[in-house]
């Protein structure tokens, strides 16, 4: 399959090219040419199928042009090797639990996915080493490094802000070793974030060695995020409640619900999307004014969605060929400041015992304020709560129990190299590599 840029002004590249550099050469994002509807008789029966198995019937559909059956179908089962339960919080609104694998974030599929197919590019094409850079500011970090975590061929770089990441957080992708190196850097993630574009200009530093990075913007990234929509819609559809069904997505970047919508393309029986904002709410402007305002982002509560120009925006327009009317029958939105997150915490924990985190709160109160009737609705539970503990145990006022996989992360020691923000001694570093 062959992918074209966002702008248009770049050369089409294979899945290879796209998954090793990132972003196209005219700073656009890559789009494949085709999605392919997924037949009838796959929908007839997804109710019997396993995550997996509908996982894999999704991959195909992507990669399968470019990757072997076997080779493919091994990187879905080796991602997927923990559930997403869709879980009943309330009459017609469930919670789809993303954070049942390794960084208890849903990041993991797409950082899991990416290493596995990248790691097969590396090793089909004898090819050198490849060098992973991620600047984080607390959990992409951690499901791209757990991610890539003993990958042969590829070495990960971490690049975080001293001191502005929760400890459980940093404990994530500075404990690992082996293939994974964090740095430390002395300065805020807008500088993390510098060094890391610094890098990827530098001629220099490329011709020494082979940079990419794995942020949402990569295909490899963000399209494993479809599997999550259909294996939502199979478990609601075991339930017999699929017939309206509504999806709403806490969203910062926009790559997790993009996913979703290329699962519509593919014929996914979801009635209508919502895209649930913190404050950050340049989507909802948009659909309400048809201006796309971009503005620095705000700090909040569910500070994995504060993002003030949503990279995978360009993705949106392009699936619905810039049309404004077109986005806006298919998908609405909702913003919320950080009271109203706290308040939906706190009332939903009282009245169902469910906790939810602040992202997932997002969601659950679009889905609660904007459901009709005869529709039923599913929002993404993006992170585990105890992931932002200080937060959650302040509004419900009692502790929360951290599971076993993050008290794990806690008990290893933080190795890490310190690093000032300026570009030049961060290239001394990676040159004498
Ligand atoms: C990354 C993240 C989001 C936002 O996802 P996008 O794909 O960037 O829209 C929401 N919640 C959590 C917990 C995240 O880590």
Redesign the pocket.
């Given at each position: 399959m062959k992918y074209y840029s966002t702008n248009k002004r770049a050369s089409d590249a294979t899945l290879e090219e796209a998954v090793v550099k990132g972003l196209a050469a005219d700073k656009g994002l890559y789009m494949p040419y085709q999605i392919k509807p997924l037949p009838q008789s796959f929908y007839d029966e997804i109710e019997h199928l396993s995550f997996q198995e509908i996982a894999y019937r999704v991959a195909d559909a992507f990669f399968g042009e470019d990757v072997p059956a076997d080779t493919l179908k091994q990187i879905v089962y080796d991602t997927l090797s923990f559930d997403v339960p869709a879980v009943k919080v309330k009459e017609n609104i469930y919670s789809l639990e993303l954070f049942h694998g390794p960084t208890l974030?849903?990041?993991d599929v797409g950082g899991r996915f990416m290493a596995r197919l990248l790691g097969y590019f590396i090793r089909k094409e004898g090819k050198k080493q490849v060098n992973v850079l991620v600047a984080t500011s607390g959990?992409?970090g951690s499901a791209v490094a757990n991610g890539f975590l003993g990958v042969e061929g590829i070495h990960v770089y971490v690049l975080y802000p001293k001191g502005k990441v929760s400890e459980i957080q940093e404990k994530q992708f500075t404990t690992l070793g082996r293939n994974i190196t964090a740095i430390e850097v002395d300065g805020t993630f807008d500088d993390c974030q510098a060094l890391v574009k610094n890098a990827f200009m530098d001629e220099e530093l490329n011709a020494h060695m082979q940079l990419t990075s794995a942020n949402?913007i990569n295909v490899a990234r963000f399209l494993p995020?479809a599997f999550y929509y259909f294996y939502a819609y199979a478990q609601m559809k075991r339930r017999n409640l699929a017939d309206n069904l509504v999806v709403c997505?806490?969203?910062?970047?926009?790559?997790?619900?993009t996913a979703g919508l290329f699962g519509k393309r593919m014929g996914l029986p979801v009635k209508r999307f919502i895209a649930a904002n913190n404050r950050n709410d340049i989507f909802y402007q948009y659909l309400k004014t048809g201006q796309y305002n971009p503005r620095p982002s705000i700090a909040t509560i569910?500070n994995?969605?504060d993002?003030g120009d949503?990279s995978?925006f360009a993705r949106v327009l392009d699936l619905y060929g810039g049309s404004h009317d077109a986005i806006a029958a298919e998908i609405s939105g909702a913003t919320y400041t950080d009271e109203q997150i706290r308040e939906t915490v706190r009332q939903v924990y009282d009245e169902t015992g469910y906790l939810l985190?602040p992202?997932g709160a997002c969601g659950y109160r679009a889905l609660a304020e904007g459901l009709a009737p005869d529709e039923v609705g599913v929002f993404l539970e993006?992170?585990h709560p105890a992931k932002f503990l200080q937060t959650v145990e302040g509004i419900i006022g009692r502790k929360v129990e951290i599971p076993e996989k993050l008290q794990a992360f806690m008990r290893g020691t933080k190795q890490s190299i310190p690093m000032s923000k300026d570009f030049a001694s961060f290239k001394e570093y990676l040159m004498n590599e």
């Open positions: 974030a849903f990041k959990d992409t949402s995020q997505v806490p969203s910062g970047n926009f790559g997790n619900i569910a994995a969605m993002v949503p995978n985190d992202h993006t992170a």
